[in-house]
């Protein structure tokens, strides 16, 4: 976990990267369903999921991209920073019991008005136990400092 000392601009560099692990259990997908509203049976509904193209249930994708907010939020960066922009993309369906891991790389540096604005792109993957992308996208993150 990072420290409470704001990011600092010229301390990253492209190739730069951070991950972050976590197993998804039914129970977070279940806290998730609560939190966001969604109860698609094909997350919630054990019966229902049987009947459906996986046979089983799935998490909910935005579960996975949950993920890549920690591993920019928390593991690369920290305190001084603004997620501001997250492309994604569901490649593979997570199951209960699936380890996750959530891989952030800076691929570009760049500012704006003047370098008054400080912009850091990442590219960001998610990855299940058999290294298999099950989340792909991209991240613009804001430097504050």
Partial sequence: ????????????????????????????VMKFAE?????????????????????????HGVISVGLISASIGVELFGPGILYGEQSVRFVKPVFFGDTLTAVATIKEKFTKKDGK?????????????????????????????
């Fill in 117 to 145: 604005l400080k912009f850091i792109k990442c590219d960001t993957k998610v990855l299940n136990q058999n290294n298999e992308v099950v989340t792909d996208g991209e991240a613009v993150i804001l430097v504050l400092n």
């Fill in 35 to 59: 939190v966001s509203g969604d109860y698609n049976p094909i997350h919630v509904n054990p019966e229902y999921a049987k009947t459906q193209i996986f046979g089983k249930q799935i998490a």
């Fill in 1 to 28: 976990m990072t420290s409470l000392e704001p990011v600092k601009w010229d301390d990253y560099k492209v190739g730069d990267s951070a991950k972050f692990t976590k197993t998804i259990t039914e129970s977070d």
